[in-house]
């Protein structure tokens, strides 16, 4: 990752935005085509559902699913170090 920040102009379910950060075209394209579809996901269990509504729930499973990622790591981690000793 580069720390040159660009700027990435996308969009996500039907709203313009526009994204700053250092992260490769490639990657931000990963990320927004992973949120699209996620935002379709939670809009077709939920039809009723405002984008709004729709915007937080799909925050809290990002959210959610990385503390369990960063858990794993910890986890993984404190194994290879107890292996280490």
Same mark, same amino acid.
């Given at each position: 990752m580069? $720390? +040159?920040? &660009? &700027? ?5 379910? %039907? +709203? $313009?935005? #526009? *994204?700053? %950060?250092? /992260? #490769?075209? $490639?990657?931000?394209? #990963? ?5 699209? +579809?996620?935002?379709?996901? *939670?809009?077709?269990?939920?039809? !009723?559902? =405002?984008?709004e &509504?729709?915007?937080v @729930? @799909?925050? *809290? !499973?990002?959210? =959610? ?12 981690? !404190? @194994?290879? $170090? /107890?292996?280490?000793?």
């Amino acid at each position: 990752m580069s $720390d +040159e920040k &660009r &700027r990435f102009r996308v969009k996500i379910a %039907g +709203e $313009d935005y #526009t *994204i700053i %950060g250092n /992260s #490769t075209s $490639d990657h931000m394209n #990963t990320v927004v085509k992973i949120v699209e +579809e996620q935002f379709e996901e *939670i809009r077709e269990m939920m039809p !009723n559902l =405002s984008k709004e &509504r729709a915007a937080v @729930l @799909l925050a *809290i !499973n990002a959210v =959610s699913d990385q503390l369990y990622k960063e858990e794993k790591v910890e986890e993984l981690q !404190n @194994l290879l $170090d /107890s292996h280490e000793k």
